[in-house]
T-cell receptor, first 115, second 112 residues
Framework: DVKVTQSSRYLVKRTGEKVFLECVQD?????MFWYRQDPGLGLRLIYF???????EKGDIPEGYSVSREKKERFSLILESASTNQTSMYLCASSSIRGPNSYEQYFGPGTRLTVT | DQQVKQNSPSLSVQEGRISILNCDYTNSMFDYFLWYKKYPAEGPTFLIS?????DKNEDGRFTVFLNKSAKHLSLHIVPSQPGDSAVYFC???????????FGTGTRLQVFP
């Protein structure tokens, strides 16, 4: 079974703090993704990585950066947290091979509150 | 511009009846469609998918229908069960990309 884990289920941070969200997958997947989920807005892609040290902006990258130093690990960084970044953050991974390459596997999510 | 739309934010269905969740898209280049199910405080889990070369895919109680001319897909759940109560997201992908574009979700409630 594919397993995607996220470092925290719940996180509370203050405005202006630097925040790190970590994601690890154990299936040797090439692709990793960071989304945020907000009511009425669905899942919106923040950043995407298709290989180590490679990244691509998603639909809402402003205020975020990412790091992928190892294949299994993809980090999302909020350089200076703001209240409008309060959200559910979801990490996902997918393989580029096989008939199910479109399918993304999600972690349990991190509920981040910025006060 | 929302390329994948789920116009019904919520749906309530009696146990044993059919649930029909709808999804519309605007990009005719999409070639693969997926449905995900999400419980509160959990990540989405893959449910069922369909390629654009098909018009129907079935897996147990779940069937997805694709109408390319109308740019519309639907998920049928029959019979509906209380454990099906969740938020359902449709997603689409095009050729030469590994990214998915998600709809806004429909909250399904199945009551006894």
């Amino acid at each position: 079974d594919v397993k995607v884990t996220q470092s925290s289920r719940y996180l509370v941070k203050r405005t202006g703090e630097k925040v790190f969200l970590e994601c690890v997958q154990d299936m040797d997947h090439e692709n990793m993704f960071w989304y945020r989920q907000d009511p009425g807005l669905g899942l919106r892609l923040i950043y995407f990585s298709y290989d180590v040290k490679m990244k691509e902006k998603g639909d809402i990258p402003e205020g975020y950066s990412v790091s992928r130093e190892k294949k299994e690990r993809f980090s999302l960084i909020l350089e200076s947290a703001s209240t409008n970044q309060t959200s559910m953050y979801l990490c996902a991974s997918s393989s580029i091979r096989g008939p199910n390459s479109y399918e993304q596997y999600f972690g349990p999510g991190t509920r981040l509150t910025v006060t | 511009d929302q390329q994948v739309k789920q116009n019904s934010p919520s749906l309530s269905v009696q146990e044993g009846r059919i649930s029909i969740l709808n999804c519309d898209y605007t990009n005719s280049m999409f070639d693969y469609f997926l449905w995900y199910k999400k419980y509160p405080a959990e990540g989405p889990t893959f449910l069922i998918s369909i390629s654009s070369i098909k018009d129907k895919n079935e897996d147990g109680r779940f069937t997805v229908f694709l109408n390319k001319s109308a740019k519309h897909l639907s998920l049928h759940i029959v019979p509906s069960q209380p454990g099906d109560s969740a938020v359902y997201f449709c997603a689409a992908s095009g050729k030469n990309t590994d990214k998915l574009i998600f709809g806004t979700g429909t909250r399904l409630q199945v009551f006894p």
